[in-house]
């Protein structure tokens, strides 16, 4: 399809309605509510970057690996993406098989259920007047796998407020950017911008890049714009 073309968006509500529905009743892939291929490419990159990340390197030494990460997570993605075109034109399932690849870069209910479980832990925390002790354990495993921060170092008003800002950030990067980029370039574009988020993902931790994710988090933050601007 073209540009905006009544295909793309037909794939793209349908796409929103799977990826929904089974995040829903299916939850986070392992305790991660972000969409599909950043989980993919975490489990292949993650460890390196994690290991890559030392606090005694220099600012410009982090800033040549985290661009080499960033390098691996595109070419990967390209990879991918590949597969998915040609997966794409063999398979169209009558029209079924594009929404079903395009639900890969997309979060929806596994966001929405992670908050229902830290919902009810928290409700259950005020039945029994214990609001101020720590959730039971697992109650806010999802969110603190799918934000990458220690929720065991703050509050339940802190636990809140990263819940609250997974849902803006998951509607952003989850929902409507790579939709965007769908609608603009098709798959090619979902999954390439969807694999750079993924790598801003990656390469940051509780927000900040501190020096390996600063081009990853630059790109991203470009990319993630231009949406919000149309």
Known sequence: GNIASPERLNAAMISILFVSIFGGVFGAFSGNANPFLWVILDRVFGGIAKKT??????????????????????????LITFVVV?????????????PVLLTCVLSGGATWSALIKLH??????????KSNQ????????????????????????????GGIGFVSFSLDKGIVAP????????LPAAFIYS??????WSLSKEGFAKGIGNLALALEGILGYIPQLI
């Open 120 to 129: 009810r832990a928290i409700q259950a925390e005020h039945k029994k007047n």
């Open 86 to 98: 040609l997966l794409d034109k063999a398979l169209p399932l009558y029209g079924f098989m594009t």
């Open 195 to 200: 694999g750079i988020a993924a790598a801003r």
């Open 53 to 78: 990340y030392k606090v005694g390197r220099s600012v410009s030494s982090l800033h040549f690996r985290g661009t080499i990460i960033l390098i691996l997570y595109i070419f990967f993605t390209g």
């Open 134 to 161: 720590h959730l039971p354990k697992g109650s806010y495993y999802d969110i603190a796998v799918s934000t990458r921060t220690n929720l065991n170092t703050t509050d339940t008003h802190g636990i809140i407020r």
């Open 179 to 186: 939709l965007f980029w769908y609608i603009i370039g098709g």
